[in-house]
């Protein structure tokens, strides 16, 4: 997963500190995996978690996935001095702010919610929780 085209090769490193502004709320689906802590998602991460709750859906549910990994990360080769320059792009990551929802299910009962978003949770760096359409989100 990574995008089409990007405006710059090298962007300045996005910070993930505070609060999401946006993507807080359910937008789709019925139950949402928010994040409690802010992160730097990889593509590689977010697929994991992605094949994670797709094996739990089966084809009654629907997923919709909320963020995207726009931003590249650079890395310097191995064994290679410090200075001359900035690395070159190594991997793709998604900005992933306090309280930000990252996944949100449809069409499966809220047991079955609760084990799929706990095994795509073990794929992700960070801590989060499952919140459900028309039940108060906890405070962050």
């Known amino acids: 997963m990574q995008p ?5 090769r090298k962007p300045h490193k996005v910070s993930f500190e505070g609060k999401a502004k946006g993507n807080r709320y359910l937008s789709f689906g019925s139950a949402g995996l928010r994040a409690l802590e802010g992160a730097w998602i990889t593509e590689r991460q ?3 978690a992605r094949i994670a709750i797709s094996k739990r859906l089966g084809k009654t549910g ?3 996935i909320r963020i995207f990994p726009h931003n590249s990360m650079t890395k310097k080769p191995l064994e290679v001095r410090m200075g001359s320059g900035k690395g070159a792009p190594d991997h793709f990551v998604a900005t992933v702010k306090m309280g930000t ?3 949100e299910v449809e069409g499966l009962p809220e047991k079955e919610v609760l084990k799929t978003f706990y095994k795509a949770s073990a794929k992700l ?3 989060t929780e499952t919140v459900f359409k ?3 989100l906890p405070k962050l």
């Open 101 to 103: 929802i990252m996944f």
């Open 62 to 64: 629907k997923m919709w």
């Open 46 to 48: 977010l697929e994991a």
């Open 134 to 136: 028309g039940k108060p």
């Open 4 to 8: 089409k085209r990007t405006k710059w």
């Open 125 to 127: 760096p960070i801590k």
